[in-house]
């Protein structure tokens, strides 16, 4: 199988991205245990042809995540679901920190928000309640400190292949280092997504337990930490409505309908919560 970096014309940004996924994923064949579980693609190879960066893996036969829960009964989309927490743990436990602790640098975190999609997002009141209600709880959630690991940087259900009985991570940046609900609370927002239809209606009854179940596979303390995941999980699903946004009309109609809804909710938990 290859995987094709899109053409970048004015910089070497695409191939360079292209080259450190690819060593990663050379790396991690060596320290991620590739049992009959859980495993990492196999990588064969790279090349640069045309100006792009080709990464060669082995096939594997299976679907996402997302779309694999679909054709699966309750008990076993559950079960795939804690699967899912294993193997985020196990890829977190291969990347040693020395037990380092840190904050989770809200600070930052609201900086970034700010200067990257603050004027979209203040446009209406709904979103700038939500903005303060994130701002609110985080000074009350950085006063702890979280475990650090080295993060998979963009861990969500359709980064995961399954077969049935193995589970196989994709698209693994693994050069940051942080709290680990950087990478939980991704999943748990597009795990809602998968869970929702168009405007937030809810198709899937089982979702509040197929969430407790991935955070029970992942073995993170779901009541002792729901502030801290929550609050990230707000903070994500603002930065993913205001790129809508700022894409246009369209974009931004669609991410009312799909991502508005998940805003809400998420407002909502942090202030139970907090």
């Known amino acids: 199988m290859a995987k094709v970096s899109r053409r970048d014309d004015l910089r070497n940004d695409a191939r360079a991205e292209a080259r450190r996924e690819y060593e990663t994923l050379c790396t991690l064949q060596h320290v991620f245990p590739q049992d009959e579980h859980f495993g990492t693609l196999v990588s064969l190879g790279y090349l640069e042809v045309a100006g792009h960066g080709i990464m060669i893996t082995r096939h594997f036969h299976g679907d996402n995540l997302a779309q694999h829960l679909r054709s699966l009964g309750e008990p076993d989309a559950q079960e795939a679901c804690r699967a899912a927490g294993g193997w ?14 840190s904050m989770l640098g809200v600070a930052d975190k609201l900086d970034y928000l700010a200067a990257t999609y603050g004027a979209v ?35 969500k259900p359709q980064n995961m292949l399954c077969d049935g009985t193995r589970y196989i991570g994709l698209d693994i940046h693994w050069q940051s280092i942080g709290p680990a609900v950087y990478d939980l609370a991704p999943f748990l927002n597009h795990l809602w997504l998968v869970s929702r239809t168009l405007g937030g209606l809810l198709t899937n009854r089982h979702y509040r337990q197929r969430e407790s179940v991935f955070l029970a596979g992942y073995g993170y303390g779901y009541g002792d930490d729901a502030q801290a995941v929550c609050w990230a999980q707000l903070y994500f699903a603002l930065c993913y409505l205001g790129a809508y946004r700022q894409k246009g ?14 805003v809400r909710e998420l407002a909502q938990q942090l202030g139970e919560v907090s």
């Open 249 to 262: 009309r369209l974009a931004a109609s669609y991410a009312r309908g799909r991502i508005g809804p998940l």
């Open 121 to 155: 997002l203040r446009r209406d009141r709904e979103t700038r309640t939500a903005w303060r209600c994130l701002e609110q709880a985080g000074s009350r959630t950085d006063a702890r400190g979280f475990r650090v690991v080295r993060q998979h940087g963009d861990f």
């Open 88 to 101: 985020l743990r196990r890829l977190h436990e291969s990347g040693a920190t020395d037990g380092q602790a």
